[in-house]
């Protein structure tokens, strides 16, 4: 096929900018899915406020699809069970300032007890995160969101739910298992189950879940209603939020303005001194230790360069060399409009700590 420009793998993110992009104007309002405390508030207001937003890489689009089909894969595995699986996104009414969602199903077990199941994928690092404690909060408030929907409107005795996780990666599984109280408006997380067999129980409480997932859209609704921006939820050089985030280049345009105009003489609480003070005596420790760690590194490097090896092994420990390859760009072979147009501008915040009077004196 020697001369037949744009193949299949050149066109597949092209194509899906071109399906999605249209797709992607839908107006805001508060879902269950955008209910839990790790969605950034200022993003919902920017998209409630109509803000120009730029449109997502044709990638993220194909990650995003893929979870769609991800769904509806497990949902099929699981008709083969001995589970019974129904009221596949059932529309269930939720409180407000929510108004409806759609759950992914319910279950039912040889017992005929009913559970709902809500069904997510993630990439290998996220799922690890997940079964090493970390709990998925922005799911779990959803799961409470759609138990309490079900419980008020459909059946009260529906008071458990299992949230299935996916590993994209590895096509492994992880499930929480938790329970809502409708009167206490509280989640508890029992227990998570890898596909392993392994259990861990957790028995942790979440209190007034829902509650709280009311107030922040309310919340989000005045910031829309006065046309105002609540502040950052996230930094752009530190979390992926912003990375995926429609609205990030017109959230961060002023900031190196905002940042000129704080202020810069004020007194802070005493009792930050001591904080000031232990982050200094840290920071002198650690450059020690990095100082003494690099010292050792070239020693050892140095003795199996002596050596003539790339690996061998001390006592109970296997050292190894590898060869690292990195790419850099050469700016002597581009012209100046070149290196202009292919330059990414980004900046982040450091902290500079003096004595008082070495301040005052200039120093």
């Known amino acids: ?9 050149e066109i597949m993110h092209g194509l ?15 879902r269950p899915s955008s209910a839990g405390p790790m969605k950034c508030i200022r993003q919902m207001v920017y998209h409630g406020l109509k803000i120009s937003k730029t449109p997502l890489p044709g990638r993220t689009y194909h990650v ?10 497990i949902l099929n595995w699981l008709r083969k069970s001995s589970f019974r699986i129904h009221s596949e996104q059932m529309k269930v009414e939720t409180r407000p300032p929510m108004t409806f969602g759609h759950i992914d199903a319910l279950f039912t077990d040889m017992l005929n ?3 709902l ?12 995160r997940f079964w090493d404690g970390e709990l998925p909060l922005d799911n779990l408030s959803q799961c409470a969101i759609y138990l309490d929907a079900l419980q008020r409107n459909a059946n009260p005795d529906l008071k458990q739910c299992v949230l299935l996780i996916k590993n994209k990666n590895t096509a492994q599984y992880i499930e929480f298992e938790v329970e809502y109280s409708l009167f206490e408006d509280a989640l508890t997380v029992i227990r998570s189950t890898h596909s392993t067999g392994e259990v861990r129980k957790i028995n942790q409480i979440m209190p007034e879940i829902v509650v709280s997932a009311c107030d922040k859209f309310k919340r989000t609704l005045e910031f829309i209603d006065k046309k105002t921006l609540p502040k950052r939820q996230y930094h752009i050089n530190e979390d992926w939020q912003c990375e995926y985030c429609q609205w990030c280049k017109v ?7 905002e940042f000129n105009e704080l202020k810069t003489n004020i007194d802070l609480p005493n009792e930050i001194a001591d904080t000031i003070r232990y982050y200094k005596e840290l920071g002198a420790q650690k450059k020690d230790i990095e100082s003494e760690y690099d010292d050792l590194n070239a020693k050892i490097k140095q003795i199996m360069k002596d050596a003539g090896a790339k690996q061998g092994k001390a006592g109970e420990y296997l050292v190894k060399i590898s060869m690292i390859k990195t790419n850099r760009i050469d700016k002597d072979l581009l012209s ?4 202009d147009k292919a330059t990414k501008q980004s ?3 450091r902290i500079f700590i003096s004595k008082a009077k070495e301040l005052l004196n200039g120093k």
């Open 1 to 9: 096929m020697q001369g037949v420009k744009d193949m299949l793998a």
């Open 16 to 30: 899906a900018e071109m399906e999605f992009t249209d797709k992607d104007n839908n107006e805001f309002y508060p």
């Open 64 to 73: 995003f699809d893929d979870g769609h089909w991800h769904e509806e894969l």
């Open 113 to 115: 007890i009913d559970r």
């Open 117 to 128: 199941l809500e069904i997510k994928g993630y990439n290998h690092f996220t799922f690890n």
């Open 251 to 257: 959230c961060w345009e002023n900031y190196e303005q």
């Open 336 to 339: 100046p409009t070149e290196i």
């Open 347 to 349: 900046f982040y915040e």
